[in-house]
T-cell receptor, first 110, second 118 residues
């Protein structure tokens, strides 16, 4: 069956450290993969998109990798801040639709 | 740019009544909009794809007669929950992709509508 799994339901890290979130998928062949941030009671906000032929993408303190052999994407936030606390969702395309992972709730504490 | 609004942001209705939720793209046109439902501590589940000027495409298990979708213009899609029941209580979110973009595929989401059926 098709599945998209994100490594853990919750991740707690200390301010200043690098947060690493994992997204694994099975039985999909996405052309691209996206990461979104969602705050409680709000809609998701787009962060980064990485295509199947790209290994890595960066945007400010964010970095995404995409390994189509492992069927995995890693999402890194460097120098994390309490304001980065939110739920992060990975999403991959499936015939013009986005399928979302279960999400990882990140908590950055001072 | 790329702002999507939803109205209302929250609504409480009685069981058996119908509720309409609007989704608007404020500064871009969208031939396609998407409707999602999210239960507490769960991810977004795609309900249907709304196509301007044609019928919506529903995901498996979503009742098209219960969740009526109308995409009357390139900036407006509506979702009507008919004969709502308590199990329909959820967070409904729409998204849109610009008609003329930069070749990227990110979706822009509305702020969501919290529906509570009593």
């Amino acid at each position: 069956s098709q599945k998209i799994e994100q490594n853990s339901e919750a991740l707690n890290i200390q301010e200043g450290k690098t947060a690493t979130l994992t997204c694994n998928y099975t039985n999909y062949s996405p052309a691209y993969l996206q990461w979104y941030r969602q705050d409680p009671g709000r809609g998701p906000v787009f962060l980064l998109l990485i295509r199947e032929n790209e290994k890595e993408k960066r945007k400010e303190r964010l970095k995404v990798t995409f390994d189509t052999t492992l069927k995995q994407s890693l999402f890194h936030i460097t120098a994390s801040q309490p304001a980065d606390s939110a739920t992060y969702l990975c999403a991959l395309d499936n015939t013009d639709k986005l399928i979302f992972g279960t999400g990882t709730r990140l908590q950055v504490f001072p | 740019g790329a702002v999507v609004s939803q109205h209302p942001s929250w609504v409480i209705c009685k069981s058996g009544t119908s509720v309409k939720i609007e989704c608007r793209s404020l500064d871009f046109q969208a031939t396609t909009m998407f409707w999602y439902r999210q239960f507490p501590k769960q991810s977004l589940m795609l309900m249907a794809t709304s196509n301007e000027g044609s019928k919506a495409t529903y995901e498996q298990g979503v009742e098209k007669d219960k969740f009526l979708i109308n995409h009357a213009s390139l900036t407006l899609s509506t979702l009507t929950v008919t004969s709502a029941h308590p199990e329909d209580s959820s967070f409904y979110i729409c998204s849109a992709h610009p008609l003329y973009g930069t070749g990227s595929y990110e979706q822009y989401f509305g702020p969501g509508t919290r529906l509570t059926v009593t």
